[in-house]
């Protein structure tokens, strides 16, 4: 069993940056291919970055690439989202999740944090 729990989310103008953090419990955290999602008002949940057990091999979808960063620290037991040149389509419910393998398809991953809500502002 493995618990998730997002931080970071918030209210920022367009331009600007933020970290999103997922803190994981369970010793099994580094077994585990991490991946973050987003869900905006109306929409289905997309995926936006996952990232390798070892760290070694990171996936974004193409909206982001350039603008965020997923890392992880497995001695933490924590997965980051490094956010910047934020665009008001960004603005979405952010999970992080734990999956056996990379995939962009949500049913992959087993375990769900509770979300984390980002704002951007035009």
């Known amino acids: 069993q493995v618990q998730l729990v997002e931080s970071g989310g918030g209210l920022v103008q367009a331009g600007g940056s933020l970290r999103l953090s997922c803190v994981a419990s369970g010793r099994t955290f580094s077994s585990y291919v991490m991946g973050w999602f987003r869900q905006a008002l109306g929409k289905d949940r997309e995926f936006v970055a996952a990232?390798?057990?070892?760290?070694?091999?990171?996936y974004y979808t193409d909206s982001v690439k350039g603008r965020f960063t997923i890392s992880r620290d497995n001695a933490k037991n924590t997965v980051y989202l490094q956010m910047t040149s934020l665009k008001p389509e960004d603005t979405a419910v952010y999970y992080c999740a734990a999956g056996p393998y990379y995939s962009r398809n949500p049913t992959t991953y087993n375990y769900w944090g509770q979300g984390t809500q980002v704002a951007v502002s035009s």
């Open positions: 990232i390798s057990w070892s760290g070694g091999s990171t």
